[in-house]
């Protein structure tokens, strides 16, 4: 597949996926917000790759072992989305992304006149 068309699946899997998370969200977790940062998928279409990003969560791990185990679900729901215009739909990988957290940190650090992280 060529870089372009991934790109553009890449995107409309991203919008798809944010989708059904919103979805999930207001079924399984009232309050936190999921955000679906980057779509990777290799292009033989055999893996996809899912960094997610979520707010305001303790304990990241547990939601994401939700997801984790819930991912047929989650594909399917993506199937029915995209209205079968994939011939293949790859495997899933779910990850948390964790520059968002990261960046929040560096601000508080900022904001509260610590030492600054660049030296």
């Known amino acids: 597949m060529d870089a372009s068309r991934l790109d553009r699946l890449e995107r409309q899997v991203q919008k798809d996926l944010a ?12 309050g936190i917000v999921f955000t679906v940062t980057r779509v990777r998928i290799s ?5 996809g ?5 979520l707010f305001p ?8 072992d939700w997801i984790k185990e819930h991912g047929s679900l989650i594909k399917d729901r993506l ?3 995209m209205k079968g215009s994939l011939r293949k ?15 929040a ?13 660049i030296k």
């Open 19 to 30: 989708e059904i998370f919103r979805e999930i969200a207001q079924n399984q977790f009232r």
């Open 79 to 81: 199937v029915r989305k």
């Open 105 to 117: 940190e560096i601000d508080r650090i900022l904001k509260q006149g610590g030492d600054s992280p």
């Open 43 to 47: 292009p033989d279409l055999s893996i």
């Open 57 to 64: 969560v303790k304990d990241k791990a547990l939601v994401l």
């Open 89 to 103: 739909v790859p495997e899933f990988y779910f990850y948390l992304d964790e520059s968002v957290d990261a960046e």
């Open 49 to 53: 790759r899912v960094n997610i990003s």
